[in-house]
């Protein structure tokens, strides 16, 4: 497949509008600007475009939950995701570094649909560059008529701002982060009230990742028959973009078409594993938060949502960590779990407590100090923290500690009963 979602990375002085332009870009957003917002949604709809920045949700469906109308006292507003804080992910900042003018256009078609007035992107506060470099690029996109006043003649308009967070993990959850955007400590939201309805400052607001604003204008330009057909199936579309890391030789984004087998990515992608004579252990298919699959669950895996989703994991955030059998599952499963424990806000007990204590029994069992118990106490604490919680900040610690424990229990017993890795000789 032609790169498409990266074809201008690489490509000299990329960030700048001049480059942007002599290669086809902005035209998309004066189209958008000819077409009804409604038709702009349904163009998005039949793409089938889901979601990048986790759950997958399809895009033309969260935009159609917006209030048809916008008001003088009700206006509209878009939030762009660039929180990127999922360990493991680091395709947004491809974007954002790279082809910064792709990401605007796409705010800015995505706000025509919604009719928004303002487009914010919230990027979290370690992408000093990345921010530097999409301020710049706002200010050219602004001068060129591209966002402001009267966008391209059409007599609509749309402001643009970059908004730097603090770096935390829990102001990716779209809730939280209208709170940060807000001035505010980043705390989730009850749902109901949905963004669609009370968002940013009250008013009605959708909240979409970069991937999923950089592909809308790939999807007018080229049509959603076109992105339809990339992919195994309808519900699965277009390009995507893959954080690979880990035991691989070359760890790194790559574009590939939805759907696109594991073992192609690592061998074909990533010049194979890092240490040939070493197996596949492992693989946490869409960033720290997602179950873990062992290496037979890996075997022909496609991946899509749904084909992932079938063998109990999910794409998320599609960070792809592949971990060779040199890995020692329990000290990956501790470090995740003191992510979880520093990132949780707090508010809510089972969260906050549920991820110190995965945490310290971890700690405690990795440390030579493990109790036969341990097992059977992690499984229902984290057992009691999933549907818990104001947002899946609990669930997204709980998940790969069950999942850990049940498919590599042994590794774990080993450290109970010897205090010590199963890697290790005695
Ligand atoms: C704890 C937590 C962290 C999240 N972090 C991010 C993030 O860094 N970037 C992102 O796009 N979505 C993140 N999400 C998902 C967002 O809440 C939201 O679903 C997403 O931005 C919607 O965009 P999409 O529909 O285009 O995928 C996070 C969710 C949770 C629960």
């Avoid at 986790?54 to 939950?65: E, H, I, R």
């Avoid at 696109?260 to 869409?286: F, N, T, W």
């Avoid at 999933?386 to 790969?400: H, K, N, Q, R, V």
């Amino acid at each position: 497949m032609d790169k498409v979602l990266t074809r201008n990375v690489g490509v000299d002085n990329s960030q700048t509008i001049d480059v942007y332009r002599s290669r086809g870009g902005y035209e998309a957003l004066r189209k958008a600007c000819r077409m009804e917002p409604a038709a702009i949604i349904d163009e998005v709809k039949a793409s089938g475009l889901r979601g990048r920045g986790g759950a997958g949700f399809p895009c033309g469906v969260k935009w159609s939950f917006m209030p048809k109308q916008p008001s003088a006292d009700r206006p509209h507003y878009l939030v762009c995701n660039a929180d990127e804080s999922e360990p493991g992910t680091f395709k947004d900042r491809l974007i954002m570094e790279e082809d910064p003018h792709l990401l605007i256009e796409g705010c800015m078609i995505s706000a025509r649909a919604i009719q928004a007035s303002i487009a914010f992107i919230y990027i979290r506060g370690e992408y000093v560059h990345a921010a530097r470099v999409l301020e710049r690029a706002v200010a050219e996109a602004r001068a060129g008529g591209f966002v402001g006043r009267d966008v391209l003649g059409s007599g609509w308009s749309c402001e643009m701002i970059v908004h730097r967070g603090a770096g935390a993990y829990i102001c990716g959850e779209e809730t939280a982060l209208m709170d940060s955007l807000e001035g505010g400590r980043g705390n989730p939201r009850l749902k109901p009230p949905f963004p669609a309805q009370y968002g940013v400052y009250g008013m009605p607001t959708t909240v979409n990742n970069v991937e999923t604003l950089a592909c809308v204008p790939l999807i007018l330009e080229r049509g959603s028959d076109w992105f339809k057909s990339i992919g195994p199936n309808e519900r699965n579309t277009g390009p995507k973009l893959y954080c690979m890391s880990g035991h691989i030789k070359r760890p790194g984004v790559y574009e590939a078409p939805m759907g696109v087998e594991l073992s192609q990515l690592i061998d074909q992608y990533c010049g194979g594993m890092l240490h040939s004579d070493r197996k596949l252990k492992a693989c946490i298919p869409g960033g720290s938060s997602v179950p873990v699959l062992t290496a037979e669950e890996c075997e022909g895996l496609k991946m899509d949502f749904d084909s992932i989703a079938e063998r109990g994991s999910m794409l998320g955030s599609a960070a792809v960590m592949i971990m060779d059998e040199s890995t020692d599952m329990v000290l990956v499963m501790e470090r995740i779990s003191h992510f979880y424990a520093h990132e949780s806000c707090g508010q809510c007990t089972p969260c906050r407590e549920g991820t110190g204590w995965i945490e310290k029994i971890l700690r405690r069992m990795r440390s030579g100090g493990g109790r036969k118990e341990d097992l059977d106490l992690l499984e229902s604490v984290s057992g009691h923290m999933m549907g818990t919680t104001i947002c899946p900040l609990a669930d997204a610690a709980a998940m790969p500690c069950q999942s850990f424990v049940k498919k590599f229990r042994h590794e774990f017993e080993h450290y109970v009963h010897h205090g010590r890795s199963v890697l290790v000789a005695s």
